[in-house]
C-alpha cells in the first residue's frame, strides 16, 4: 500500500493491507466508526484513495484547506458527470449503488459555467422567497401532526417516525404538492434513498415530479415551484422537472440525517442537559463533527494535474470528506478561537447549499417542538447498540428508539394552514382514490378537519 511510512494499522475490518489496496468507505465497519478511517486516510495527505462501491475507486480529500481549494476552484474541477472516465470506460457498472447519486442529470448539481449560473440563479432566486414565519408555521404544523401519532404511547422512532417524515412533509407544503402528488413524491424520494426499488421510486417521484410542473403551468400558487416557473431564466418543463426533483431529494435526506444527528447528540451528551437553550450550539457541533452529507461533492479535474499530494487524470472521481475536513487536528484551536459555522457541512463555493437558512430553521423549529411537547424524552436503549446506515455518502441512524411521559396529541393544527391544491385534470380517479391513503393526504385531512 502506498501509504505513509508512520501509517498506523487501518481500523478493525478494514482490508486496506495489499499494495495499492483502497480504503473502503462502505460496510458495516465504516458505518460504525468512520472517524477511525478517517485518522487513518489522514496519513496518505490532503488526499486519499479510496474504495466507494465494490470496483469503485475514487480520490476522497480530507484536509479542510485542500478541500476549499477544490470547491473554490470551478476552471480546474468540473461537475459534469458525464466526464466520469471509469464511469466512461465501463469500470463501473451502471446498476453500482452509487451511480443513482453520481450519474449526470440536467440539474444545477452536475452543470457549469454559464449553464450552472442560469439554473443556479433560478433556484437561489426562488428559495430566498420563502417566508421565514410561513416556514416556521409549517414546520410546527408538520411536528404537531407526527407527534399527534406516537405521544400518547410513551414511545417512539425518533428517526422513522418524526426526522425521516417531517422534512419531506414541509417541502410538501413549500413546493405546493396536492395530495396524490404529494404522495407518490414521498414515495419516491424515500424509496430513492433507502435503497427499496429504487429505480421504481425515482420513476415515481420524477413521473409526480412532472404532473406538479404541468398543474403549475395552468395554475401557479404562492409556492416554491411557481416561483421558479416564473422566474427570468424561464426554465423549460424538462428543466423544471430535474431542478425540483434535486431540491426535494438533496433538501430531504441531509435534514433527516441532521435532525436525526442532532437528536442523539442531544440525548447523549450531558453537556446538553438543559436542552432548550443550547439548541442552536448542538446544531452546529452537529455539523461540525457528525454532518448529515459525509462525502460527496463529486468532483472531475479538467486535465491531468497534481492536487493535495496525488496524481490525478482527466475525469477521475474526486470528492470532499466533509466529515474528515471538518474534525481535523488542525482545526481544533481554529474553531475554538473563530466562528463556529466556518464548518464545510453545507459545502462552500459556486455549489454551496442554496438552502442552508430554511434548513436550519426547520431543523431548529423541528428540535424546539419535540423537546417542549416532550421534555423528558431520553434514549430507550444503551447508545452502544444504536446502528448507522452504510454507505459513503450520508451520516444517519438507521433508527433512534425514545420514551418519554405520554401526552395528549394535539388534535387541531394552527391556524392559517395552506387551502389543498387541487389535482391535474388528467389525473385519473381510480388511482386518486387510491392515494387517499397516503401519509401526505392523510396530513392535509388532518390540517382541514
Known amino acids: 500500500m502506498d501509504a505513509h511510512p508512520t501509517a498506523p494499522v487501518p481500523p478493525p475490518g478494514c482490508p486496506a493491507h495489499g499494495s495499492g489496496a483502497r480504503v473502503p468507505l462502505h460496510g458495516p465497519d465504516f458505518a460504525a466508526d468512520p472517524q477511525a478511517y478517517y485518522a487513518y486516510l489522514r496519513h496518505y495527505g490532503p488526499a486519499a484513495p479510496v474504495e466507494l462501491a465494490p470496483g469503485v475507486e475514487a480520490t476522497l480529500v480530507t484536509d479542510y484547506a485542500a478541500a476549499l481549494q477544490l470547491l473554490q476552484d470551478s476552471g480546474s474541477f468540473r461537475k459534469d458527470s458525464r466526464r466520469w472516465r471509469a464511469f466512461n470506460e465501463g469500470k463501473v457498472a451502471p446498476d453500482s449503488p452509487v451511480v443513482p447519486l453520481l450519474a449526470y442529470r440536467k440539474n444545477c448539481m452536475f452543470a457549469d459555467g454559464a449553464e450552472h449560473l442560469r439554473l443556479r440563479q433560478a433556484v437561489t432566486d426562488s428559495m430566498a422567497r420563502v417566508d421565514t414565519r410561513r416556514l416556521s408555521r409549517s414546520t410546527e404544523q408538520v411536528s ?206 459556486p455549489h454551496a447549499c442554496p438552502s442552508k437558512e430554511p434548513a436550519r430553521q426547520i431543523t431548529v423549529t423541528a428540535l424546539e417542538n419535540l423537546l417542549t411537547r416532550l421534555p423528558d424524552v431520553e434514549l430507550a436503549v444503551p447508545e452502544d447498540s444504536l446502528s448507522w446506515r452504510p454507505g459513503p455518502f450520508n451520516r444517519g441512524l438507521a433508527t433512534l428508539p425514545a420514551r418519554f411521559t405520554p401526552v395528549e396529541p394535539v388534535l387541531r393544527p394552527a391556524p392559517e394552514a395552506r387551502p389543498r391544491t387541487t389535482e391535474p385534470a388528467g389525473h385519473d380517479a381510480e388511482e386518486r382514490r387510491a392515494e387517499r391513503g397516503g401519509r401526505w393526504s392523510q396530513f392535509l385531512n388532518w390540517l382541514t378537519r
Open 144 to 349: 404537531d401532526y407526527l407527534m399527534a401519532q406516537f405521544s400518547a404511547r410513551g414511545s417512539a422512532d425518533l428517526l422513522g417516525d418524526y426526522a425521516k417524515q417531517l422534512p419531506l412533509f414541509v417541502f410538501n407544503e413549500l413546493f405546493g404538492c396536492p395530495a396524490g402528488i404529494g404522495d407518490r413524491v414521498l414515495f419516491g424520494i424515500s424509496g430513492m434513498f433507502d435503497g427499496v426499488n429504487a429505480e421504481k421510486a425515482a420513476e415515481v417521484l420524477f413521473e409526480a415530479v412532472g404532473e406538479l410542473v404541468a398543474l403549475k403551468r395552468d395554475r401557479p400558487g404562492d409556492d416554491v415551484t411557481s416561483w421558479l416557473m416564473q422566474h427570468e431564466t424561464r426554465l423549460t418543463d424538462d428543466e423544471m422537472v430535474h431542478q425540483l426533483a434535486l431540491l426535494l431529494a438533496a433538501g430531504t435526506e441531509p435534514l433527516r440525517n441532521l435532525i436525526g444527528n442532532t437528536l442523539h447528540r442531544l440525548l447523549t451528551h450531558d453537556a446538553y442537559a438543559h436542552k432548550g437553550g443550547l439548541l442552536d450550539e448542538a446544531v452546529d457541533d452537529t455539523l461540525w463533527e457528525n454532518p448529515p452529507i459525509a462525502n460527496l461533492a463529486p468532483h472531475y479535474p479538467a486535465t491531468d494535474m497534481e492536487f493535495a499530494g496525488r496524481h490525478l487524470q482527466a475525469g477521475d472521481l474526486v470528492l470532499v470528506s466533509f466529515a474528515a475536513a471538518n474534525t481535523g487536528p488542525a482545526l481544533s484551536a481554529a474553531r475554538e478561537a473563530g466562528s463556529n459555522r466556518a464548518h464545510l457541512a453545507w459545502s462552500a463555493g
